[in-house]
């Protein structure tokens, strides 16, 4: 408000009303809040489209960012595979070419020996900004790497198979050698020489182990006869892996003569050819392969003794027995030294048991009808449910057999080597082939997990057999 002046252009005091005008100006303006809401909405607004930008540019950094660590999470893989026969760097920046994304690469560095390949890969990349530029945040820097390796150490590896008589319908045993086979050549490569060691052990109603392997423990064993070398457990075997050195073992009796009766009492002995027996520690894909092409599907099931021997060739304390065949040419001098200890973290023991039924009910001729020479003769000569229905009247024939064990105990028996396995720190693969909801139950159970355990039908066991032998030869993404 102008202040008042007088006729000379002198500014006047300003008087007490014009003082009270100008105080009630101020205060009307004070307390006008016209306009107020406008600026705050403005002010909401810039920081809104602020909030908005710097999503839109992260989240093209992130698209990015992920885009190329995932290239070089496939290129590291591909490139560390120890079956990929062109230059790892190569096949990284052939990756990264199909990509659009060679301009990133900024290194790759690849490390191989006799059994390992590790392959790195590095990136860089930067993302220009298009909202956090107006607050001088120009672009986001993005390094990525990735590294992978296929490292074959030492392997053990029990695969124990089932030859019984079922295995003789819908094709099964054709199925088996091939899935079989294909294993084998899958986990023994040429570049892991000396690394992989395989032993084949198939099993009926019992496990041939071969004179081999049976001389090994004569030292406390009665062999009764050289028909075949079968050694007969008794339960408390079950609760452990390996087999001992102070315990006197007996010798199976020998009495199937032939595969084409069911009963339980005419097919429970030792099978007795040569590709029956076990093969122990082996790299020789040729003669692995050529014994799986002989089974023939024989006499009944006893899942529990065909898995007591696959941890009795992955326990520490068969280093005896190993050492001793391998001095006798009977093992590759390679694996003499095995199996490894327990605590060995380069070597991998694994167990992969195939069924196609179900443990049975097992029987053994008494005492006083096998304990000749020329018993031991007569019932190699002839299967015992022939001699007891040609020559025993009905009244008589229980008197010449009786039960070991049943097919529960049987159940149990199995249960129990498998939990010692797995406790001892063995890899357990387990599949059920065409078999019953029980007998799945029961292999699953044996399995280190229900993921370890395979359910399958016909060619399927092919597939099982690939996926744990793809599993064993693993490649690891290290990060």
């Known amino acids: 408000m102008k202040q008042p002046t007088d006729r ?41 489209l602020l909030a908005i930008g710097i999503s839109v540019d992260v989240a093209r950094f992130e698209v990015s960012r992920t885009k190329l660590q995932n290239t070089v999470d496939r290129a590291v893989l591909a490139a560390a595979d120890l079956d990929q026969t062109l230059d790892p760097q190569t096949v990284v ?13 900024v290194g790759v560095n690849v490390d191989q020996g006799l059994n390992y390949r590790t392959v790195t890969a590095n990136t860089q990349a930067g993302t220009q900004n298009l909202f956090l530029n107006m607050v001088g945040i120009q672009d986001f ?7 992978a390796e296929e490292r074959v150490s ?90 001992s050195y102070t315990k006197k073992y007996e010798q199976m009796q020998h009495f199937e003569w032939s595969s084409s009766y069911s009963r339980p009492i005419t097919n429970p002995g030792c099978p007795m050819q040569d590709y029956e027996e076990i093969v122990p520690l082996s790299q020789d894909k040729v003669a692995l392969k050529a014994t799986i092409d002989q089974y023939r599907a024989r006499a009944n099931t006893a899942i529990h003794l065909g898995m007591k021997w696959g941890t009795i060739l992955l326990d520490p304390t068969s280093n005896i027995m190993v050492s001793n065949l391998a001095a006798a040419g009977e093992i590759d001098d390679a694996f003499s030294a095995r199996p490894a200890a327990w605590d060995d973290d380069e070597t991998l023991k694994v167990v992969v048991l195939m069924t196609d039924g ?17 018993e031991y003769a007569h019932w190699n000569d002839i299967a ?81 057999f690939n ?13």
């Open 358 to 374: 179900e443990n049975v009910s097992t029987y053994r001729i008494e005492d006083w009808a096998y304990n000749s020479n020329s």
């Open 141 to 147: 820097t993005t390094q990525t790497s990735g590294v």
């Open 467 to 479: 996926a744990i032998a793809r599993q064993i030869n693993q490649l690891r993404l290290l990060n």
């Open 8 to 48: 000379h252009g002198q500014t006047q005091p300003e008087t007490p009303k014009g003082i009270a005008a100008r105080w009630r100006a101020f205060q009307d303006f004070r307390q006008d809040e016209a306009g107020g809401l406008i600026i705050f909405s403005l002010f909401m607004m810039v920081c809104m």
């Open 384 to 464: 015992l449910i022939r001699y007891l229905y040609s020559y025993v009247s009905s009244r008589n024939r229980s008197a010449y057999y009786y039960q070991k064990y049943s097919s529960t105990q049987a159940d149990s028996m199995l249960s129990s080597v498998c939990s010692a396995a797995k406790d001892a720190g063995i890899l357990v693969f387990s599949i059920g082939f065409e078999v019953s909801n029980h007998a799945a139950e029961v292999m699953e159970d044996c399995a280190s997990s229900s993921a370890h355990f395979f359910r399958v039908e016909g060619v399927e066991i092919s597939e099982a």
């Open 154 to 243: 030492n392997v053990e590896i029990s695969l124990v198979v089932d030859i019984s008589g079922s295995m003789g319908s819908n094709s099964k045993m054709a199925n088996l050698r091939t899935a079989a086979k294909d294993f084998v050549d899958t986990v023994i490569r040429d570049e892991a020489e000396d690394l992989i060691s395989l032993s084949l052990i198939p099993y009926t109603a019992q496990v041939n182990a071969g004179k081999a392997i049976f001389d090994q423990l004569q030292q406390t064993s009665t062999p009764n006869h050289d028909y075949s070398y079968c050694i007969d457990f008794d339960t408390a075997d079950f609760s452990s892996t390996g087999i």
């Open 93 to 105: 920046e052939d990756y990264f070419d199909k990509a659009g994304l060679s301009s990133y690469l």
